[in-house]
């Protein structure tokens, strides 16, 4: 199994583990949880570039809706990978995953457990299931952070996966990518 391989498997296994979860917004509405491989929509990365020059500016009410459509949201994404298959005949692929629900409780409560509920459900389903596909395994334990409120109404928290990859050269003939590439 190739890097691109388990990333695209992890995504399809993260959508699986995720199906059934619903996140609240503020009109009562029920969400689903959307896996994006790489990177967060672009109207989410612009919301959060830290490079204007005023700095962080908040999030216009107008675009609420906008953000409502596009959270809770899941990204995978690789971040290193080590061929180790002339030790051992696997290689290691570090992954983060990263959660990011949206959410103007006036509280400040209903962000933070939103992407906590999600990485805790992502963290147990890959803890009782390390091995993706029998060409994968994680690296346990797992664990994660919560990122500060500076972002609010976006909230995220993180989890950096380490993953051997068993057999790291052979590509599968199958559309390993899936859904995900559809439309891109």
Not at 140 to 166: C, H, N, T
Not at 175 to 184: E, H, I, Q, R, S
């Amino acid at each position: 199994m190739t890097p691109m391989e388990t990333l695209f498997a992890i995504c399809r296994s993260l959508e699986a583990t995720l199906k059934d979860f619903r996140f609240e917004d503020e009109g009562g509405k029920e969400r689903p949880v959307t896996v994006y491989p790489f990177h967060f929509p672009e109207q989410v990365l612009a919301a959060m570039n830290p490079h204007a020059e005023d700095g962080y500016t908040p999030i216009p009410d107008t675009q609420d809706d906008a953000f409502q459509r596009l959270m809770p949201a899941v990204v995978v994404r690789p971040l290193s990978y080590e061929d180790k298959t002339l030790d051992d005949d696997s290689s290691i692929l570090s992954m983060a995953v990263t959660v990011g629900v949206f959410s103007r409780d006036p509280a400040n409560v209903a962000g933070s457990w939103g992407v906590v509920n999600i990485l805790e459900r992502i963290r147990q389903a890959i803890e009782a299931r390390p091995i993706l596909e029998d060409r994968c395994e994680a690296l346990l334990p797992l664990s994660w952070e919560l990122y500060d409120e500076a972002l609010r109404p976006l909230w995220f928290g993180e989890m950096v996966m380490q993953w051997r990859i068993l057999d790291p050269h052979r590509l599968d003939e199958s559309n390993w990518a899936g859904d995900f590439l559809k439309g891109v």
